[in-house]
DNA sequence: CGGATACCTATCCAGAAGGATATATGACTA
DNA sequence: TAGTCATATATCCTTCTGGATAGGTATCCG
């Protein structure tokens, strides 16, 4: 499935398509302006979803994702926002996005959120709707698992993070495998990026 | 050696522990204020060598520096600084401190800059002396060695690298072999650390 | 009490990463 | 032209990672 994801965001943008593409199934274009992403729809085709971020150069208002949308038709356009009001959202929904994200929410849940939109089977949650839903609380990582993420965001091995904690490194092992788990990857490079960019410490 | 590093940038200083202890022969202690450091030297005894931030909290000017050299007497403090001008740089020196350093100088430089001062045999280069003696430049990274990185940095595994750049998985290994040696670094996760914290992409 | 959680340890295994060496080609240049 | 540099590939070997499975203890709570 082809993804274009428009963000000016470099460090977001590309630790979501290295997070995205784990999945050998997703291949993740990139942009880093409306007309960017034009130009990638215009010469490739339209993809099989476009994630726009709301504060992207060129956006001007929402006429930039109408244009986007327009070019994409009929296929589904995602808009992903940091800071998104109720207002925003639902002029979003009706300028043709198909759902409403907030970056707050966790990774797993924004590539259900694709998959699902990919697959049409996909009901809108986005932020500012009632209560939480479909919302950001990001993985609850143990007191341990945080310790040991720390570590391994300070670049140690599973040796040296069993020395720092007194612990024995098939030990530093399992906590390693319960917080790659919980973040959805499966490598600690991709651990820092993540915790990193959700900034989970 | 034990180097006591105060500094109130939690990611400098955690990157700079993991990085400097790498060599098991250091071992480094951390402080985030001017107090805290003191506490640590009254408590622990004088360390090998103090490494100062200029912008830590209960700095007050260069009090907080003549503080610590005291406590160290002594043993020497190195102070390093973001932004230095010739004048606080002698100002220093004149408060005792060994040497000035910058921050935008490379991790390598600085590693040989703390062994030097421990071992006796250091001349000082402070920012903003004569031309560029021993300042700043970051290791020149080959076009393509700089793409890997940026592959590493993305939380890519080598095989993964290989297909993005279309080359042998051999030729990428033998590519991170050179990077990590560039960066004096052993592990793709402390290459992401140290390219981010020096951004050097 | 019984169950749920967090925590710690152990062993096995495949595969990835890291380190060392060797070889080869094109490009730039002293 | 000879030398250097960046690039690319290959092989060998060791260590580390990541994944699976299977135990064990302590604590908290209904």
């Not at 942009?31 to 992403?37: G, H, N």
């Not at 010469?43 to 971020?53: A, Q, T, Y």
């Not at 759902?99 to 990919?118: D, G």
């Amino acid at each position: 499935m082809r993804i274009l994801f428009a963000d000016d965001h470099d460090l977001l943008r590309d630790v979501l398509k290295a997070y995205l593409e784990v999945d050998e199934e997703l291949t993740v274009e990139l942009a880093s302006t409306v007309d960017e992403a034009l130009v990638k729809i215009a010469h490739e085709g339209p993809f099989d979803l476009v994630l726009l971020d709301y504060q992207i150069p060129g956006m001007d208002g929402l006429l930039g994702l109408r244009r986007i949308v327009a070019a994409q038709e009929p296929r589904p356009v995602l808009l992903i926002t940091g800071v998104a009001t109720e207002g925003t959202a639902t002029a979003a929904l009706r300028s043709g996005a198909v759902a409403v994200l907030s970056k707050t929410m966790s990774v797993e849940k924004l590539k259900i959120a694709i998959v699902s939109v990919i697959n049409g089977s996909f009901v809108p949650p986005y932020p500012g709707s009632a209560g939480q839903a479909g919302g950001a609380h990001a993985p609850t990582l143990t007191p341990r698992q945080e310790q040991v993420l720390r570590c391994i965001c300070s670049g140690l091995s599973n040796k040296q993070i069993a020395r720092e904690l007194k612990l024995t490194e098939a030990t530093v092992k399992m906590h390693v495998k319960m917080i790659f788990a919980k973040l959805s990857v499966n490598s600690r490079t991709q651990a820092i990026l993540i915790s990193k960019s959700f900034n989970l410490l």
